[in-house]
């Protein structure tokens, strides 16, 4: 093998090692670029122009939450929305940015819980949040170490690993404002209950410094476990929340109904009945 011939080569060579190097680089920096990038541009800056937020999964479980004068109403159930939870899923779907780009295979997407929530076994939930100027739409798939997720821009082959983690609940009972009284115990002097059989009986205390409620009607020859037996009954609208709700109609006949009256040291009274079911 002559000089020139080894020079040659050896040419070659450092250009194909500077070509692999480039090549390399460029996709690295092309990884790179995406991180930290709005996954949602301009949702930021529109979190306060939302009119509705739309969260749908392939069991057909879907939610609407729509944005009424003063507050939230979960669509279906015609009833507040915990406003709380759901400023923080605009304010996270705002910041969502993407930590690095993933697959852009649909065979792929399964993986990942970003396929289509058309597709019957989709494992993801579908995002929309509409604006009068804009709809942003997006899937939601697995998590990852409890603070980063997966997704994918509808319309868009690309799916990416971003962070925060986002909560996509497509079940609308989960966003129900849950708070109905919260009456401290202190406040209650009286409770009057009349339960769907039997003779009713009434609490009673004269001042808030007074430990226990003293008890009226107690049948003859039954006595109190305690002095403090009845003292529950005043803490019963306490953190009082609910389950799930529905509109109001009338208990079928016959239904047996207990009702209580609560009153308070500064002048409120509630009227409370209902009935048990199932």
């Not at 690295?28 to 749908?56: C, F, H, M, Y």
């Not at 779907?93 to 930590?99: D, H, P, Y």
């Not at 003293?214 to 009845?230: F, K, N, S, Y």
């Not at 609560?262 to 002048?267: E, I, P, S, V």
Request: net charge neutral; proline share 5%; aromatic share 4%.
């Amino acid at each position: 093998m002559t000089a020139r011939r080894v020079t040659l080569l050896f040419a070659i060579g450092i250009a194909i090692i500077a070509l692999a190097a480039w090549v390399s680089g460029r996709s690295q920096s092309s990884q790179d670029s995406v991180a930290g990038t709005a996954v949602l541009p301009g949702l930021k800056g529109a979190v306060n122009d939302v009119t509705e937020i739309r969260i749908t999964k392939a069991d057909r479980t879907q939610t609407t939450l729509e944005r009424h004068a003063t507050d939230w109403i979960v669509g279906g159930r015609g009833y507040p929305a915990d406003s709380g939870k759901l400023r923080k899923l605009l304010l996270d779907l705002g910041s969502l940015n993407a930590v690095e780009r993933k697959t852009s295979l649909a065979r792929n997407y399964p993986v990942l819980g970003v396929e289509d929530v058309t597709q019957p076994k989709a494992t993801g939930a579908r995002i929309d949040v509409v604006t009068p100027g804009k709809t942003w739409s997006l899937i939601v798939g697995s998590s990852v170490d409890g603070n980063d997720c997966y997704v994918r821009v509808i319309d868009s082959p690309q799916s990416l690993l971003a962070s925060p983690l986002i909560m996509p609940e497509a079940d609308p009972k989960l966003w129900l404002d849950p708070t109905i009284l919260d009456i401290n115990q202190s406040r209650v002097s009286a409770v009057s209950q009349q339960p769907p059989k039997g003779p009713g009986f009434s609490v009673s205390r004269d001042k808030k410094t007074q430990a226990d409620f003293a008890v009226q009607g107690i049948p003859r020859g039954r006595e109190l476990t305690g002095a403090d037996a009845a003292d529950s009954l005043g803490s019963a609208l306490s953190s009082l929340t609910l389950t799930d709700v529905r509109k109001m109609a009338a208990p079928a006949q016959g239904t047996e109904l207990s009702h209580a009256v609560f009153k308070t040291f500064d002048g409120l009274e509630i009227d409370v009945s209902g009935y048990k079911q199932a």
